[in-house]
Structure formats: C-alpha cells, structure tokens
T-cell receptor
Framework: GENVEQHPSTLSVQEGDSAVIKCTYSDSASNYFPWYKQELGKRPQLIIDIRSNVGEKKDQRIAVTLNKTAKHFSLHITETQPEDSAVYFC????????????FGTGTRLLVSP | EAQVTQNPRYLITVTGKKLTVTCSQNMNHEYMSWYRQDPGLGLRQIYYSMNVEVTDKGDVPEGYKVSRKEKRNFPLILESPSPNQTSLYFCASCMSPTTGGPIYTQYFGPGTRLTVL
C-alpha cells in the first residue's frame, strides 16, 4: 500500500521567512495530494491540494509543487506569519472513486515574531 | 451550518468497558471515515464507509467496529478498549465524486480524546 514520508518533523523560522515542507510517496498510482493544517487543539483543515496532472498550484502565500517522476511533493509558505504556526500534514490518495488518504507524520511549524 | 460533530469530546474509561463515539454530519456526504492521531504517527485511517451499509477496513482496524445504518451517522465502537487505544480520534466526511463539488475535501469533526486506563 501507499506510504508517505514527511520532513522535517519540526521547522522553526522567523516571521517573514519562507518555509518548505517535503513529502515523498511510494505508490506511483497516487494522483491526489492534499495538505492539511492543524492548529493546536483544533481539527485538521484542508489548505491546498494538487492533482497529478498539475505541477504547481498557488493560493496567495501558499504553493504546492509536485514531481511525479521523483514521487515527491512540497508545501511552500512565503512571508510566514505567527498565525502560520501549526502542524502541517501532507497526504496522498489514488482516485478510485472514493478517497483513501494516507497521511504523512506531520511537521510542526513555529514562526517566531 | 455545515459541520461534522463528534461526541463525547473527552472520555476517560477503563480497560474492557465497551464504548461508542458518535459521529454525525449534516452535509449529506456519502463518504465517512475514522482516523486516530498519535504523536509522531500522523493520522491513520481506522475504518471508512462509502455509503449506507457499506464499510471497509482502513490501515489500523484491529479492536474497532463501525456501522453505517443512516447516511448522516457513523459511530465508532470499541467493544473491549485497551490502553493502546488511548488516542485522539477524528471523524471525517466528504462528498462522493458522483455528486460533484469539492469532491476531495474531507471535513473533520472536532476530535475525541480517549484515555483508556
């Protein structure tokens, strides 16, 4: 089955810096890659996703890139702000008519003022 | 308001005492799922359901049961809880691809923190 590895496990940056979180997946059939943000004590919420027919997707300060050949995808956050501090999870899924997501182990991002 | 609800939010119980965590969604979603979240392990799927009376095992189903008798409800049952089931549990739902819309957005419930002594 699918296996998703996520790095780093923790990431500390200064406000205004960029942050990059990387994930690799094992199943070449995976074609949907969402990213979830989980603030302390809250539920995970989708922040951005990408499908395998797209190499990059942006939404304001957040972008995701996908390299299908290398089987890895990354989350990029520019101009980080303290409210970006959270745990970020990547996930991978094969589109088989339902969504069986396999999550990475999470990255705790700390943005210091 | 569109939402997924879970009850209870917090539960402390003892080994072997059967318990049920309820999950309900008001978005008419076909697909529902249960995850457990443990430090360093991320979110792992326990069971999922594609529709009423259709359920299947996820990655860590041992020790759990589910049922889907109604579209909106998907309870998680621990027949004989053990300490290794101490965890944070999330229910989630999403639309079926056949009904259109943001088909891949999973909406999570607020979580249930379970402690088994």
């Amino acid at each position: 089955g699918e296996n998703v590895e996520q790095h780093p496990s923790t990431l500390s940056v200064q406000e205004g810096d960029s942050a990059v979180i990387k994930c690799t997946y094992s199943d070449s059939a995976s074609n949907y890659f969402p990213w979830y943000k989980q603030e302390l004590g809250k539920r995970p919420q989708l922040i951005i996703d990408i499908r395998s027919n797209v190499g990059e997707k942006k939404d304001q300060r957040i972008a995701v890139t996908l390299n299908k050949t290398a089987k890895h995808f990354s989350l990029h956050i520019t101009e980080t702000q303290p409210e970006d501090s959270a745990v970020y999870f990547c996930a991978a899924s094969v589109d088989t008519g339902f969504q069986k997501l396999v999550f990475g182990t999470g990255t705790r991002l700390l943005v210091s003022p | 308001e569109a939402q997924v609800t879970q009850n209870p939010r917090y539960l402390i119980t003892v080994t072997g005492k059967k318990l049920t965590v309820t999950c309900s969604q008001n978005m008419n979603h076909e697909y529902m799922s249960w995850y457990r979240q443990d430090p360093g392990l991320g979110l792992r799927q326990i069971y999922y359901s594609m529709n009423v009376e259709v359920t299947d095992k996820g990655d860590v189903p041992e020790g759990y049961k589910v049922s889907r008798k109604e579209k909106r409800n998907f309870p998680l049952i621990l027949e004989s809880p053990s300490p290794n089931q101490t965890s944070l549990y999330f229910c989630a739902s999403c639309m079926s691809p056949t009904t259109g819309g943001p088909i891949y957005t999973q909406y999570f419930g607020p979580g249930t923190r379970l402690t088994v002594l």
